[in-house]
């Protein structure tokens, strides 16, 4: 009997030891499964925040380049905002600016306007001299829209041609801009200039003498560094003069 009894303690006795492994382990597993938990609480945590972080900066990224759009197309249409020429026509002063440069933003600056300062070469001078880059605009009497832009100064003085490769001329009514010709010899871009002589591009390309009231563009590309043979007005007499009902000459100022 007693025998017996001590083999009942001792299988009582590891029952109990087999039912302690056993609330052990449960402890164990919950322990492990409640760090666990705990852990991928936190690093769901720092994933939304990772994400909210990361959706802000785009956001505010994306509203940088709003606000950059809405502020450039603002500063766009202050662009020869008071031309009498362009008169706000928002198809020229686009091609303008492409022609200028599409990437850089600029501002504009009237120096002188025909029907404002008078058609005395020595007031063009005195308003347009030394001054860079600037962009001539004409107005014929049969409503054509051209002129050049240069990068050359003007100087009453100087008497000499100047080169500079980003000059061009242009056509709005044409919607076309002309570069200098590689397989034409000429002294310069620009000619600066003389008592007598205004704004004058190329060889005969495009000029004023004598008044800024006298215009003149040859037709025939044998007297231009820039021009094909259509010119930049449709109708010229034959001394190649060209009517000219407004000029304006502005300053480029370009916002780096």
């Known amino acids: 009997m007693t025998e017996n009894k001590e083999n009942i303690e001792q299988f009582e006795v590891g029952e109990k030891d087999e039912k302690g492994k056993k609330d052990e382990n449960k402890k164990f597993k919950k322990k492990v499964w409640k760090r666990f938990k705990n852990t991928a609480l936190v690093l769901i945590f720092v994933g939304a925040i990772y994400f909210i972080i990361k959706r802000s900066r785009e956001i505010q990224s994306l509203q940088r ?36 440069n599409p990437e850089l933003s600029f501002q504009t600056k009237l120096l002188y306007r025909l029907s404002r300062d008078g058609p005395s070469i020595f007031n063009f001078h005195s308003k347009c001299d030394a001054i860079t880059p600037t962009l001539l605009l004409i107005e014929s009497d049969d409503d054509n829209k051209f002129g050049g832009y240069t990068t050359a100064s003007w100087d009453m003085f100087a008497g000499v041609y100047k080169n500079s490769s980003k000059t061009f001329l242009f056509s709005l009514k044409k919607n076309k801009k002309y570069f200098r010709k590689s397989n034409i010899k000429y002294s310069g871009d620009i000619f600066s200039g003389e008592r007598e002589i205004g704004p004058w591009f190329g060889i005969h390309d495009l000029y004023f003498y004598g008044t800024m009231k006298d215009c003149y563009t040859y037709k025939y590309s044998g007297q231009c560094a820039f ?24 300053q480029i100022i370009f916002k780096y």
């Open 227 to 250: 021009l094909d043979g259509n010119g930049l007005s449709d109708h010229t007499n034959i001394d190649n003069s060209v009517p000219v009902k407004e000029v304006e000459v502005y």
């Open 65 to 100: 380049k709003i606000d950059d759009e809405t502020r450039r197309k603002e500063e766009e249409k202050k662009i020869l905002m008071d031309s009498v020429i362009i008169n706000n026509v928002t198809e020229d002063k686009e091609m303008i600016k492409k022609w200028i």
